[in-house]
C-alpha cells in the first residue's frame, strides 16, 4: 500500500539555521510527491511539489528532490525565519486512488530569535 | 480566487447528537475530499467525491457520511457522535490535473 514516513518532531532551530526534515515514502505505483505547511489554527497550504523522479520542488527558499532510487523527498531551506514555525506535511498521490492523499505525521518546527 | 470555504468554523455538540459539516470547493473543482486530524492519529482520509459520486473512502464506520451536490458543494455527516469524534475536519478540493489539494481551514469538532 502507500504510506509516508517522515522525521519526528518537534524540531527547534535558531533563526537562520539550516532546515531538513526528512520523508521517505512506500507506493505502489508512481506518485507525486508534496510538502504541505499548516500554521495554528489553519488548514493545510501547498508549499511545493514534485510529479516525477528527479524534480526539484521549491517555494519560499524551501525545495526537495524527488528520489525515486532512495524513495524519499526531503525538505530542505538555507535559512530559516521566525515566521517558518509551523508543521510541515510531506504527502503523497498517485493515479489510481482518486485524490487521495497520503500523510505524514507531521513535523513541528518552533524557529527562535 | 475564493478558496475552500468550510463552515461552520467551530462545532460543540454531545454525545449521540448528528452534525453536518459544509465544504464550498474552488471554482471548477469537482474533486472534494475529507480528512479527520487528530493529535492521536494525524490526518486520515474519510472520502472523495467527484461529479457527485463516492470515488473513493478511508477506514471510517458507517456513522460518517457525505455527499456532492451538482455545484461540487459538499457535505459530511456524522451520526450518533462519540466523544472519540472530537477533531478538525479538513476538507480539500483538487482538479484532475495537476493533482494538487487545496485545503479549507477545517471545522473544529468538540463533542462533550
Known amino acids: 500500500g502507500n504510506s509516508v514516513t517522515q522525521m519526528e518532531g518537534p524540531v527547534t532551530l535558531s533563526e537562520e539555521a539550516f532546515l531538513t526534515i526528512n520523508c521517505t515514502y512506500t507506493?505502489?505505483?508512481?506518485?507525486?510527491l508534496f510538502w504541505y505547511v499548516q500554521y495554528p489554527g489553519e488548514g493545510l497550504q501547498l508549499l511545493l511539489k514534485?510529479?516525477?523522479?528527479?524534480d526539484k520542488g521549491s517555494n519560499k527558499g524551501f525545495e526537495a528532490t524527488y528520489r525515486k532510487e532512495t524513495t524519499s523527498f526531503h525538505l530542505e531551506k538555507g535559512s530559516v525565519q521566525v515566521s517558518d514555525s509551523a508543521v510541515y506535511f510531506c504527502?503523497?498521490?498517485?493515479?489510481?486512488?482518486?485524490?487521495?492523499?497520503?500523510f505524514g505525521t507531521g513535523t513541528s518546527l518552533t524557529v527562535i530569535p | 480566487k475564493a478558496g475552500v470555504t468550510q463552515t461552520p468554523r467551530y462545532l460543540i455538540k454531545t454525545r449521540g447528537q448528528q452534525v453536518t459539516l459544509s465544504c464550498s470547493p474552488i471554482s471548477g473543482h469537482r474533486s472534494v475530499s475529507w480528512y479527520q486530524q487528530t493529535p492521536g492519529q494525524g490526518l486520515q482520509f474519510l472520502f472523495e467525491?467527484?461529479?457527485?459520486?463516492?470515488?473513493n473512502k478511508g477506514n471510517f464506520p458507517g456513522r460518517f457520511s457525505g455527499r456532492q451536490f451538482s455545484n461540487s458543494r459538499s457535505e459530511m455527516n456524522v451520526s450518533t457522535l462519540e466523544l472519540g469524534d472530537s477533531a478538525l475536519y479538513l476538507c480539500?478540493?483538487?482538479?484532475?490535473?495537476?493533482?494538487?489539494?487545496?485545503f479549507g481551514q477545517g471545522t473544529r469538532l468538540t463533542v462533550v
Open positions: 514534485a510529479t516525477k523522479a528527479d
Open positions: 504527502a503523497l498521490s498517485e493515479l489510481g486512488t482518486g485524490n487521495q492523499f497520503y
Open positions: 480539500a478540493s483538487s482538479l484532475v490535473f495537476p493533482r494538487e489539494a487545496f
Open positions: 507506493a505502489t505505483g508512481y506518485p507525486s
Open positions: 467525491y467527484f461529479s457527485e459520486t463516492q470515488r
